[in-house]
């Protein structure tokens, strides 16, 4: 059983920066594929960012501003966010799976519980 556990979330000011955590428990964390994904209130889950063991792929949306990374020795997946918009307000959640990189959350088979971003303008 995989256990995915975000923190990191807050109401932070347009312009400013957050980085979110994602620690993993249960599988060897190394394996597999990671991605973060978010949903705003009234709006389907959408991708955000994954990571393989060598790869990052970024939605146009957070392109620049976003990066991803990962401590396969910590376990963790990160997610640093820059120059941050009241549009990026959402729940943010981290996802696991194995064969391959994905932007469907369909594909994705656990999921952390997730952690609220707030952009206030």
């Known amino acids: 059983q995989v256990q995915l556990v975000e923190s990191g979330g807050q109401l932070v000011q347009a312009g400013g920066s957050l980085r979110l955590s994602c620690a993993a428990s249960g599988r060897t964390f190394s394996l597999y594929d990671m991605g973060w994904f978010r949903q705003a209130p009234g709006k389907e889950r959408e991708f955000v960012a994954h990571i393989n063991w060598s790869r990052a792929g970024y939605a146009d949306s957070v392109k620049g501003r976003f990066t991803i990374s990962r401590d396969n020795a910590k376990n963790t997946v990160y997610l640093q966010m820059n120059r941050l918009k009241p549009e990026d307000t959402a729940v943010y959640y981290c996802?696991?799976?194995?064969?391959?990189?994905?932007?469907?959350?369909?594909?994705?088979?656990?999921w952390g519980q997730g952690t609220q971003v707030t952009v206030s303008s």
């Open positions: 996802a696991l799976r194995s064969g391959g990189p994905s932007e469907d959350p369909n594909d994705y088979v656990y």
